[in-house]
């Protein structure tokens, strides 16, 4: 793990109170990135987790995991503690101009090419933590009016490996592993204790909608959800509004989720959503409705065969209004629905960031299955050489479409 200077870390939390103009980050990350205990009178191991905390979380995971060198040329990966995500979260909303946005970024490059383990394989083997979507370090021009970063289409970091809550699914230099959730248990016995909850929950709901509607996209179909949701006497609906704290506080959603069997996923603000991964260590059966909102995302953490714990509804029959989701989803017997939940159940140790300060010993948790994924992408990469292909993408063309019915067709049973 590089020792970077520390504008690139601590100076950047030191500053905490310009990391978000409505936030207060300060509080969130605090407990090594894990905010603030949920109430006494909750489960132990809960926190309220801001969901773009994950660089903290994983740079203290990473200060106290066993297999550390301090000698470079023993090392199978080369960790870089850049907080990439609240470093760029603080430039987003303020009218910073591209300079501003891009400064770090350029800086980090220039640091780490003029070190000796950058020699050895030109960064290949080198990674970093950007706790925010990929689309915040993917800028296109130098327009002021554009958004984000270009800190992934820098030659130099372009050769790493980026750890993104979501990836770009035509890029090959990020990967895309979870959002932190609301558990960060310390020991084995936590998890199975709750895992044993979450499988033998009374579950009341159908299915449940925990969100907001997206009146300024004409592409979603959130309200329509919430409409088929509001119609049904089987659907939990927990509206989000601005003048609401509901959404916003872990106890409320958790309980909501805790009660479903399956949880409606539509796109996020992106692709991907954090309620996602909270609605899964729940227990429930999330019901997604683009593949890019999971299945072409966490290939390392979720498998690939999505039926196996999960419902896929086109968002297109929605749209057109030619499916209702109660029917879709009272169409599983029993059997199958007890087998995506104990699926689901079974996923939760790798969807979960264990506590920086405590240490499970034989579950693996996200950060552990992430790493692994790392060392084993680097061995790759030293077996194909600098010419060796990168994990499948899709190809960029005009026909978006296409595209993600190609991708998606990959996931499918049998294929």
């Not at 905390?53 to 740079?59: D, G, Y």
């Not at 895309?176 to 499988?199: L, M």
């Not at 995302?297 to 498998?303: D, G, N, V």
Request: proline share 6%.
């Amino acid at each position: 793990m590089h020792d970077l200077p520390s504008r690139f870390n601590a100076d950047i939390l030191r500053d905490c109170r310009a990391l978000s103009p409505w936030t207060d980050m300060c509080l969130f990350l605090s407990n090594s990135g894990l905010g603030p205990p949920l109430p006494e009178n909750h489960r132990h191991g809960w926190y309220a987790t801001n969901q773009f905390s994950l660089e903290l979380i994983f740079h203290n995971r990473m200060k106290q995991y066993p297999c550390l060198t301090p000698n470079s040329s023993l090392a199978s990966a080369v960790f870089v503690p850049f907080y990439a995500g609240l470093d760029i979260g603080r430039h987003l909303w303020t009218g910073s101009n591209v300079s501003a946005r891009d400064a770090s970024g350029l800086d980090l490059a220039r640091w780490l090419t003029s070190r000796p383990e950058w020699a050895a394989m030109g960064g290949r083997d080198h990674f970093f933590v950007a706790g925010r979507i990929t689309w915040d370090f993917r800028r296109q021009t130098e327009a002021e009016s554009d958004w984000g970063s270009k800190l992934l289409l820098l030659p130099a970091i372009a050769n790493m490996t980026a750890l993104v809550i979501e990836s770009s699914p035509w890029h090959a230099n990020d990967v895309g592993v979870p959002y932190p959730s609301y558990f960060h248990p310390g020991s084995d016995a936590e998890v199975a204790a709750w895992q044993g909850r979450a499988r033998w929950r009374r579950r009341p709901w159908l299915f449940s909608f925990v969100g907001g509607a997206r009146p300024n996209r004409t592409d979603d179909i959130r309200e329509m959800l919430m409409s088929q949701c509001r119609a049904s006497a089987r659907c939990a609906l927990v509206e989000c509004r601005k003048s609401d704290p509901t959404c916003h506080s872990p106890e409320r959603v958790m309980r909501v989720f805790e009660r479903s069997v399956f949880c409606l996923q539509p796109q996020g603000d992106s692709y991907t959503r954090r309620s996602a991964f909270d609605s899964m260590v729940a227990g429930c059966v999330p019901v997604f409705f683009h593949p890019g909102s999971a299945y072409v995302q966490y290939r390392w953490h979720l498998p690939r065969h999505y039926s196996e714990y999960s419902v896929f509804i086109p968002e297109e029959e929605v749209r057109q209004g030619r499916v209702r989701v109660e029917e879709v989803l009272m169409g599983f017997g029993e059997s199958q629905v007890r087998r995506m939940r104990e699926r689901v159940v079974g996923l939760i140790p790798g969807l979960i960031y264990g506590d920086p300060k405590r240490r499970m010993e034989s579950m693996k948790d996200a950060f552990d299955v992430a790493v692994e994924g790392i060392i084993e992408r680097v061995a790759n990469r030293m077996r194909k050489g600098e010419d060796g292909e990168e994990e499948n993408t899709l190809t960029l063309n005009s026909d978006g479409k296409n595209q993600w019915e190609h991708f998606f067709s990959m996931a499918m049973p049998g294929k």
